[in-house]
Nanobody, 124 residues
C-alpha cells in the first residue's frame, strides 16, 4: 500500500503561483511514476504532469506546459508541482497518484494509488 497526502492548494488570483506538494509513504520502493491529475467541477479528471521516479523524466499536459514544473525528492518521498501564471481554468481539485508500472504517464488507469486531493481556485 502507498499513502499519498497532497498540500499547497488555495485561493489565488490569476497570474499568481502555487506549489503543490505530495508526501508518499508506505511501499514507495515500487513506485515507477508519480503524477498529478486534476478534476474541475462537471469535468472528468485529467492529466497534468508526471515524473518518472528513478530517472526523473517529466511529462506535461499541453494546457500547463511552460507554466508548470514537476519535481521530486526521492530521499523525502515527495513530489512537487510548481504552477505559475495561474489561470481561472486551472481551478480544480488536484490529485497526486503513483504508478508501479511503466506506460503512458498520462493514463489515469495506470495509477493504482491516489491522494485525497487539494483544491486550487484561481479567481479572475
Amino acid at each position: 500500500q502507498v499513502q499519498l497526502v497532497e498540500s499547497g492548494g488555495g485561493l489565488v488570483q490569476a497570474g499568481a503561483s502555487l506549489r503543490l506538494s505530495c508526501a508518499a509513504s508506505g511501499r514507495t520502493s515500487s513506485t515507477y511514476t508519480m503524477g498529478w491529475f486534476r478534476q474541475a467541477p462537471g469535468k472528468e479528471r485529467g492529466f497534468v504532469a508526471a515524473i518518472s521516479w528513478s530517472v526523473g523524466s517529466t511529462y506535461y499536459a499541453d494546457s500547463v506546459k511552460g507554466r508548470s514544473t514537476i519535481s521530486r525528492d526521492n530521499a523525502k518521498n515527495m513530489v512537487y508541482l510548481q504552477m505559475n501564471s495561474l489561470k481561472p481554468e486551472d481551478t480544480a481539485v488536484y490529485y497526486c497518484a503513483t504508478s508501479e508500472f511503466p506506460g503512458a504517464p498520462d493514463r489515469g488507469n495506470l495509477y493504482g494509488y491516489w491522494g485525497q486531493g487539494t483544491q486550487v481556485t484561481v479567481s479572475s
